[in-house]
Every structure is written in C-alpha cells, then in structure tokens.
T-cell receptor, first 112, second 114 residues
C-alpha cells in the first residue's frame, strides 16, 4: 500500500523558535497533501491543503503566517511552525492523496 | 453543513464476539465514506472506503462496513473481534465538490477484552 513518512517523529523546542516538519510520499506522487492537528483524545482538525506548485489553502482560523506550508515537489510537503509557543504543542499529522488519503505516522511537537 | 457523527465514545466487546462501531453522516451530494484506525501515538491507517457500487465494503484486517443511504449510516463491523483490534477508530466523509477534504468524526475507542 501507499506509504507516507514524517520527520521528525518527535521534537522539543524552546518558545520562540521555528520548527519544520517534513511529509513525504514514498511510493507515489501526490499533487495534494493535507496537514492536520490532533489534540489529546480528540479528532483530527484539518489545518490546510497543500498543492504542489501553488499556495496552500488554509482552513478558517488557521494563521497562514504562523504555519508555513511549502509543497515543493510531488513527494514532499513541509510545515513550519514559526515562533512556536507552548499552545502550539500538539500532534501534527500529514496525509498524501492518491485515490485515497494515506496518513503519515505523525509528529509530536512540545514547545517549552 | 457537512458532518460526521460517531455516537459512541467507547465500545467494549469480548474477544471472539462480533463488533460494530457506528457512524452517521450528513453531506450534500454523493458521499465518499472512509474508516481509519489509529494506534497510540501513531498516524491513521486506512481500513476501507465506499465510493460507489456494492453497499457492503470489505477492508483490511477482516473489517467491513455497510453503506445505508436511507439511514445515512456507514457502520464498521467485524464478525469476530481480536484483542489487537483495540484502538481508536475514525469515520470520515468526503463529498463530490469538496475538493477531497476529509471531515472526521470524533472517534470511537474500541476496547476488546480477552
């Protein structure tokens, strides 16, 4: 089946620093990738839709200047959390769309 | 508004017994329905989907789901539960014209007891 990877799996950073998370589709090309955020014991919240070669589409309430998304190739999308604060601590999950959305293993971000 | 409801926070079932995890949806247009499973601290794994065709869909690990248009439901089922099936299950819907965005239910935790 389709495989999606994320890196890093876990990151701890100081408040005010920026963190980049990579999402790769390993065995297929994905024109569209999605970024989700999941709070403990809650469902997934779609943050943005990432389209290769164009600007990302952000969901209502998601700050595009804080969560920078770049979809530079058909197999790679990156999410950069800029000037991270403790409230940005969360589990971030990406997905890549072939016919179906396939999800990465997630990145746990802890901002101290 | 498009939405998905999973009415049960948790489902408990004994190993070897059949299990059902419920899902209902509300969308305009034709729904595309999905089930995913999440193990602790992991991403979501795709189980099965309904796009069109047969209402009974068979998926991974012995799971199946039945699309019921009149009841707007897509319940997940398995004839004989395993302890290893214990996980968090998410129902999701996409819809024609929705640019393939998935709308997720709140999730149902399945606990299978030996």
């Amino acid at each position: 089946g389709a495989v999606v990877s994320q890196h890093p799996s876990r990151v701890i950073c100081k408040s005010g620093t920026s963190v980049k998370i990579e999402c790769r589709s390993l065995d297929f090309q994905a024109t569209t990738m999605f970024w989700y955020r999941q709070f403990p014991k809650q469902s997934l919240m779609l943050m943005a839709t990432s389209n290769e070669g164009s600007k990302a589409t952000y969901e209502q309430g998601v700050e595009k200047d804080k969560f920078l998304i770049n979809h530079a190739s058909l197999t790679l999308s990156t999410l950069t959390v800029t000037s991270a604060h403790p409230e940005d601590s969360s589990f971030y999950i990406c997905s890549a769309k072939e016919e179906t959305q396939y999800f990465g293993p997630g990145t746990r971000l802890l901002v101290l | 508004a498009q939405s998905v409801a999973q009415p049960e926070d948790q489902v408990n079932v004994a190993e070897g017994n059949p299990l059902t995890v419920k899902c209902t949806y509300s969308v305009s247009g034709n729904p595309y329905l999905f089930w995913y499973v999440q193990y602790p601290n992991r991403g979501l794994q795709f189980l099965l989907k309904y796009i069109t065709g047969d209402n009974l869909v068979k998926g991974s690990y012995g799971f199946e789901a039945e699309f019921n248009k009149s009841q707007t439901s897509f319940h997940l089922k398995k004839p004989s539960a395993l302890v290893s099936d214990s996980a968090l299950y998410f129902c999701a819907v996409s819809f024609s014209g929705g640019y393939n965005k998935l709308i997720f239910g709140a999730g149902t935790r399945l606990a299978v007891h030996p």
